[in-house]
């Protein structure tokens, strides 16, 4: 499985939780595409350190 | 990828160089015991990873004794190219593809092996009885840590991790926000918004009333400014009157008139006319005293003269007889006359000291007459002040009353002003209240937004995290049934289940299941040999690239029945798995009828 699968997979997940209990209507599309893509450079840098993950993933200043 | 050739040279058992051609699909090593069937399997494990395949063993150690470096060669077939590969001991390593009739050394960018580490490889491709051991003796950790690497989810799992990391700073964030916004409260700080504008009405109106007393007749009277100078006078000459007023007080403290003090002063300067009396009366005593001490001396020495004569029969001078008697009458006549004298002397002393303690205190009633009279002077002067400062008074308030009279605006603005610097300071007060309050609302209002802000952080963390938390399990899952599958179908085959509806869950037990409610250690050797022959056939599947098998004495511990299933079962691999087999039971390398047999006996 490569890492544009799991992205998928997480994609998938993320909406499937997106619907459910203290998740649901809380986040937009956007939220959605910025979580993948901290998703996928978490995948792709393992190094990446925890504050720039925060930055990648809330789109704000950690 | 398919293996085609091993050579080795220098390489444990073998020192010297030999090659061995390999079957496409089962390849069957046999021989006694030390005819380097293990170490063959080590060889090809040794080309692919550069590792030994005993743990903890340094490829060093693989060369045969005494030689300085053993070699091994693979040549092998992948993605349809011919590759061989040497690598030595010593850590030298060449890998070169086919190209037409000659070898070419591949260049870096070349993928000469399928992308497995020494782990995949190790725990896909061979089985050898040490391995089980050391598997035996893992820990879960460890374990889970070789399925991960396996089911290459490690990149996966580690950005699970940071999501976790990010989700525990999200959370101190957001506990950190809420502490700020519950400490922040409106304690004492009241909202004076209703009250302001009354304040500043009020202040405007006594405003627009004291402006409005502005340009009032006074202001413009020609005689205002003579007026403004007579009232400065006038208040001067007040003041003074009231600074010599003070004075005065301090002056006469103790006297209520001047007169007073004046006839005080009439009545010590009687007294002291009659120090002059006192110092005569002194002066007289004194000298009494001096006459009387004279007159002592004088009588003692006559005494003493007399009393040197006593015992003598004549005088000492005259040469005429003494008498006695005579001697002794004027001894005792002259010593009452000194003890008269000494009484008198005493008398004169006491009076003496009498005339001039009374000199003394006339000296001391005098020093103080003198300090009376200078007050009385400077109370004079004082009262004469007053008197000058009063009449200035009267006469500036008798010139002011001369003017026309003050229009009485100027008082009522007196009044206005004192009014309104009140309101101003309440106004003031009610604004510096009102910008505290507004300031501590903006704060609060700061810190909602802050906590709705790191509070949506920390779900959005949440979120993420959860999501991975389930693609994980998810993605472990689907690579790992497969293996749940094929593991459970292989232990039924070995007739290894008795209870039916068992299956084997990798994952929960984390690469070490349980038989029939059996823990993996407490199996019998056929059992966990059984066992890990499934496991590796399982677990290869997971890896694309591992297609071959390398199994070292296979049937150890395995009964007839099970050595036959066992021979049945590689079979049907066949088709997809190359199999190169060791084993050192010749009957059960010739029955499989198809194989490449190659005789280490020899």
Not at chain 2, 106 to 127: D, K, M, V, Y
Not at chain 2, 441 to 450: D, F, H, K, P, T
Not at chain 2, 581 to 597: I, M, P, S, W
Request: with cysteine; proline share 3%.
């Amino acid at each position: 499985m490569n890492d544009q699968d799991l992205v998928a997979v997480f994609r998938e997940k993320l909406r499937a939780l997106g619907k459910e209990g203290k998740y649901a209507r809380r986040f937009t599309s956007e939220d959605e595409e910025r979580v993948c893509r901290a998703f996928a450079m978490a995948l792709e840098n393992p190094l990446i350190t925890e504050t720039l993950l925060f930055e990648l993933l809330t789109g704000e200043k950690a | 990828m398919k293996l085609e050739k091993i050579i080795v040279k220098n390489f444990g058992f073998y020192r010297e160089q030999r090659q061995f051609e390999l079957n496409n699909d089962l390849t069957v090593f046999y021989g006694a015991n030390f005819s380097g069937k293990s170490t063959l399997a080590k060889a090809i494990y040794f080309a692919l990873t550069g590792k030994a395949l005993t743990t903890g063993l340094k490829p060093p150690a693989l060369a045969s004794t005494g030689a300085a470096s053993g070699t091994t060669g693979l040549f092998y077939h992948h993605q349809q190219k011919n590759f061989r590969i040497y690598r030595s001991t010593k850590g030298d390593l060449q890998i070169e593809q086919a190209g037409g009739e000659k070898w070419q050394r591949c260049a870096e960018n070349t993928t000469t092996l399928p992308s497995l580490n020494f782990q995949h490889w190790r725990t896909g491709c061979f089985l050898h009885e040490d391995e089980l051991g050391e598997f035996l003796v893992q820990p879960p950790a460890s374990r889970r840590d070789l399925l991960n690497q396996l089911l290459g989810v490690e990149s996966l799992l580690k950005a699970q991790e940071l999501f976790i990391q990010v989700r525990r700073l999200t959370k101190r964030r957001e506990k950190t926000a809420v502490g700020l916004q519950e400490s922040l409260r409106l304690d004492g700080l009241a909202d004076r918004t209703a009250e302001l504008p009354a304040a500043k009405s009020a202040v405007a109106k006594l405003e627009a009333r004291l402006q409005a007393l502005q340009g009032t007749p006074n202001e413009g009277r020609p005689d205002e400014r003579l007026r403004q100078t007579w009232e400065q006078a006038k208040t001067a000459a007040q003041t003074r009157l009231e600074q010599s007023q003070q004075q005065r007080d301090a002056v006469r403290a103790g006297f209520n008139q001047r007169d007073e003090l004046a006839a005080l002063l009439q009545q010590s300067a009687q007294q002291l006319s009659q120090r002059e009396a006192a110092m005569r009366e002194m002066e007289s005593c004194t000298e009494l005293r001096i006459t009387l001490t004279n007159q002592l001396r004088q009588v003692e020495e006559v005494l003493a003269m007399i009393k040197g004569l006593q015992g003598r029969e004549t005088c000492p001078t005259c040469q005429q007889p003494l008498a006695p008697a005579a001697i002794v009458k004027l001894v005792e006549d002259y010593q009452i006359k000194r003890e008269s004298i000494l009484r008198e002397r005493e008398q004169a002393d006491a009076k003496e000291r009498e005339a001039r303690e009374t000199v003394r205190l006339f000296d001391e009633l005098a020093r103080k007459q003198t300090e009376l009279e200078q007050r009385l002077h400077r109370w004079q002067q004082i009262d004469a002040e007053i008197v000058a400062a009063q009449k200035e008074l009267e006469t500036w308030e008798t010139k002011l009353a001369a003017l026309a009279p003050l229009s009485p605006t100027d008082e009522t603005r007196e009044k206005l002003q004192q009014e309104l610097d009140s309101h101003r300071r309440l106004l003031a007060d009610l604004e510096r209240q009102q910008m505290l309050y507004e300031q501590r609302r903006q704060a609060i209002l700061s810190a909602n937004r802050q906590t709705e802000i790191f509070t949506k952080h920390r779900l959005l963390s949440e979120w993420a995290a959860d999501a991975l938390a389930r693609t994980a399990q998810s993605v472990v899952g689907i690579s790992l049934k497969k293996a749940d599958v094929e593991i459970t179908a292989c232990l039924k085959n070995f007739d290894l289940f008795r209870a039916q509806a068992k299956k084997i869950d990798l994952e929960k037990s984390q690469l070490m299941p349980d038989i029939d409610g059996r823990a993996l250690q407490t199996l019998s050797g056929s059992e966990k040999t059984i066992l890990y022959l499934s496991m590796k056939i399982a677990l290869s599947r997971l890896m694309p690239g591992a297609d071959f098998l390398v199994l070292d004495d296979p049937t150890l511990h395995l009964d007839e029945t099970r050595r036959e299933r066992l021979r049945d079962y590689l079979v049907s691999l066949m088709p997809e798995k190359q199999i190169i087999l060791f084993t050192n039971d010749r009957g059960f390398a010739e029955q499989f009828a198809n194989a490449k047999r190659i005789d280490l006996f020899s």
